[in-house]
């Protein structure tokens, strides 16, 4: 059974441009969530989804970041323009949610570097 | 609003030893869950254990137990006879029932001495 998959692993980008960031789920899983980790402030959630519908993007930092999830089986996070100071990895992690003890699954991530 | 704290921003244990790594939550939600995830150099999340508001027992994942005192709010996780691949990140995370989110605290990075 394949795991949550993030792509890029990796991205540099200059400040200005625009950056996507992918993330495909494990099928079935229904909860969909972006966090955002850095040394200074950990793991911080920006959004999470529910059936594709976003329920709490008070974390997402800026009017710059924005989330999509089109269908069950793909999400995005696009930061535009980008910034220096956005350099982190991003994780994407799903889970089933008709079990309280259904884990989190974690992608990779996807390092950011903002040049 | 939901909030996790992990007091140990690092430590240094001596192979073979037990560990136990501190997490407090605060949570106004009488129902919730409580998770460790580990996180080595490489950087990938690892589920170790979980811990429901309402398990009457305190949960255990072979060398992995967790502490669990919901009067103190507190879920400590333990580690019996470490070693050396244990060293790496440790999270504590809190699951709300009533609207899902789930956050995680900053992390103790745990370093196991030969």
């Known amino acids: 059974d394949a795991g949550v998959i993030q792509s890029p692993r990796h991205e540099v980008t200059e400040m200005g441009q625009e950056v996507t960031l992918r993330c495909k789920p494990i099928?079935?899983?229904?909860?969909l969530f972006w966090y955002r980790q850095t040394m200074m402030r950990g793991l911080e959630l920006l959004i999470y989804?529910?059936?594709?519908?976003?329920?709490?993007d008070s974390g997402m930092p800026e009017d710059r970041f924005s989330a999509k999830m089109p269908n069950a089986s793909f999400s995005t996070l696009k930061i535009q323009p980008s910034e220096p100071r956005d350099s982190a990895v991003y994780f994407c992690a799903s889970r089933r949610g008709q079990t309280d003890n259904s884990p989190l699954h974690f992608g990779n991530g996807t390092r950011l570097t903002v040049t | 609003a939901q909030k996790i704290t992990q007091t140990q921003p690092g430590m240094f244990v001596q192979e073979k030893e037990a560990v136990t790594l501190d997490c407090t939550y605060d949570t106004s939600d009488p129902s919730y869950g409580l998770f460790w995830y580990k996180q080595p150099s490489s950087g990938e999340m690892i589920f170790l254990i979980y811990q429901g508001s309402y398990d009457q027992q305190n949960a255990t994942e072979g060398r992995y137990s967790l502490n669990f005192q919901k009067a103190r709010k507190s879920a400590n996780l333990v580690i019996s006879a470490s070693q050396l691949g244990d060293s790496a990140m440790y999270f504590c995370a809190m699951r709300e029932v009533r609207d899902d989110k789930i956050i995680f605290g900053k992390g103790t990075r745990l370093h196991i001495l030969p």
């Open positions: 099928s079935g899983h229904d909860y």
């Open positions: 989804f529910n059936n594709n519908v976003p329920i709490d």
